[in-house]
């Protein structure tokens, strides 16, 4: 039954392997927990004691909380209208905690401008490493992708010549067109340049350098952390969308373009910045008519 759902969500739905993913995770944890072998064993008690002891035993934080009830809630509703319970959605029994509104962090114009420093003057191994990693953390701060829409960019989304990079299937599974910056263009160029010379032809445009393949989640997340301690900077990859989206904003970019470049579905998600972008807001005040 749970092969058929995500069979559904896949093929039917089209949620993302990750959704999927995320999915099976939280059904296989909520069976072993109630050890629950058939989907009459489901009851508004034993998932209720899965949710506490999720926040009273494991210290979940509130947005696994929030993850694993809309996991099951899913779950349960498509169980519910193909008829394999009878029973209401038992989640819908179980109270959610509020999320706290946390302003995003974010680093600071002159930080962001040492963290490229750093990446580029790294005493790495050759010019390929230097000029690949100058490259992917420019794109992160002069176009805010995610890691995982870095890490799937084709050789053919990178389009220098016409300035544009194509986000094929990101987050919600919408495609995207940014417009690239010239000082990014000529970053991109000299990557380039060492991607040709080492002969990589993998359709990823960011090459591991031992293998004709694309640089891997982990390859990316070692090179964070090398960057981490050789610069001081306390800094995430999605620290560093944070810092895009903060800086487009102080310097005049209106919030539709922004929700755009950052590929929200909803602009209420863009609208967080605004408020941790004071110099924005700050330069908005100083419009009151009563200023004159």
């Keep these: 039954m749970c092969q058929q759902f995500y069979d559904y969500s896949l093929s039917i739905r089209g949620y993302s392997k ?12 909520y069976r072993k927990f109630a050890n629950i072998t058939d989907i ?27 993850v694993y009830h809309r ?27 509020k999320l706290e509104k946390r302003l995003p962090s974010k680093l600071t114009k002159q930080d962001t401008l040492r963290l490229l420093e750093v990446v580029y003057n790294y005493p790495w191994q050759n010019k390929f490493l230097r000029f690949r990693n100058h490259a992917m953390f420019a794109t992160f701060v002069f176009c805010g992708l995610r890691k995982k829409e870095l890490l799937k960019l084709k050789y053919t989304d990178v389009d ?17 067109i940014l417009p690239m910056s010239p000082t990014l263009a000529i970053i991109l160029k000299k990557y380039l340049e060492e991607r040709v010379r ?13 293998r004709n393949v694309g640089l891997t989640y982990g390859g990316l ?7 981490r301690k050789s610069s001081k900077i306390n800094f995430t990859l999605h620290k560093l969308r944070h ?41 908005q005040m100083a419009k009151h008519p009563l200023n004159d």
């Design 18 to 29: 990750d959704t999927i993913k995320r999915y099976k995770f939280t059904l296989e944890f």
């Design 40 to 66: 009459s064993q489901v009851s508004v008690e034993n998932v209720r004691a899965l949710f506490f002891n999720g926040r009273s035993e494991r210290n979940w934080s509130i947005n696994t909380f929030l």
């Design 71 to 97: 996991s099951l809630s899913v779950f349960f509703r498509w169980c519910i209208h193909e008829g394999f319970m009878t029973q209401k959605n038992p989640i819908q029994e179980i109270e959610k905690p």
């Design 160 to 176: 220098i010549e016409n300035l544009s990079i194509f986000i094929k299937q990101g987050k919600g599974s919408r495609d995207r």
């Design 198 to 210: 080492l002969q990589k032809t993998c359709p990823e445009f960011f090459a591991s350098l031992h």
């Design 221 to 227: 997340r070692d090179i964070a952390v090398m960057i």
């Design 243 to 283: 810092s895009f989206a903060c800086m487009m904003l102080q310097n005049g970019c209106d919030i539709y373009s922004l929700s755009k470049l950052l590929g929200h579905s909803d602009i209420s998600t863009t609208a967080i910045y605004l408020s941790a972008s004071p110099d924005h807001l700050r330069a």
